[in-house]
C-alpha cells in the first residue's frame, strides 16, 4: 500500500479516536445522581497560600451512593475545604461535624435527568460532527494524491467510510450507556 495511504488513514484513525476520548471525558463531568469522588475532583483549596486540589489535602470518599465524605488530613483544614466546596458552585450543602465534612447527594428530578440527558445527546452529535469531518479531511487529502489509481482511491474512500461508520457506531454505544446511567434511578 502507498505510504501517502497509509499516513492518511492512520492520522484519520487517531483523530477519530480522540474524538471519542473527548466525549469520554465530557461524559464523566454529567452527573447521573450516583455520589462519586471525582464530582469534587475540580475543587481546589488555599493550602498555605497555593490553590491544591482536594485530594491532595484531604481523603475523598464514598461510604454509600448518596454521600461524599471529605476527610482532611489537617483539621485545621475543615473550614477551607468547606468554603471551597460552596465556592466551586456544584450545587452540594456540605456539613462540617468537627471531624470531616460530609455532603449529601441530592437525587435527580426527572426534569434534571431529562436535561442531563440532552446535554450527553449533544456531546454525542458534537462527537460524530468532528468524526464526519476527520472523514471530509481524509478524503480532501486522498484527492490531492496524483501517483495513484482510481481505483484505489475508491477502496480507499470505502475504508474511510467503514472507519468512520464505526467510529459513529462506538460514539452512539457510548451516549446510549450514558442516556441508561442518567435515567435510571
Do not use: C
Amino acid at each position: 500500500m502507498n505510504d501517502d495511504i497509509e499516513f492518511i488513514l492512520e492520522s484519520t484513525k487517531e483523530s477519530m479516536v480522540k474524538a471519542l476520548d473527548h466525549l469520554k471525558k465530557q461524559f464523566v463531568n454529567i452527573r447521573a445522581g450516583k455520589a462519586s469522588p471525582s464530582m469534587l475532583g475540580s475543587v481546589t483549596v488555599d493550602y498555605y497560600g497555593a490553590q491544591t486540589p482536594l485530594s491532595q489535602v484531604a481523603n475523598v470518599n464514598t461510604p454509600d451512593g448518596r454521600t461524599i465524605t471529605v476527610q482532611p488530613w489537617e483539621k485545621n483544614m475543615l473550614q477551607d475545604i468547606e468554603q471551597a466546596i460552596i465556592i466551586a458552585n456544584l450545587g452540594f450543602n456540605p456539613m462540617n461535624n468537627g471531624e470531616s465534612i460530609i455532603i449529601n447527594v441530592p437525587a435527580l428530578t426527572e426534569e434534571r435527568r431529562k436535561e442531563l440527558a440532552k446535554q450527553a445527546k449533544s456531546e454525542s452529535e458534537d462527537a460524530k460532527i468532528s468524526i464526519r469531518s476527520s472523514r471530509k479531511e481524509a478524503n480532501n487529502e486522498l484527492k490531492k494524491l496524483s501517483d495513484i489509481s482510481e481505483d484505489m482511491k475508491k477502496n480507499t474512500e470505502t475504508d474511510i467510510q467503514e472507519m468512520t461508520d464505526l467510529f459513529i457506531k462506538k460514539a452512539d454505544a457510548i451516549f446510549m450507556a450514558k442516556e441508561k446511567e442518567i435515567v435510571t434511578l
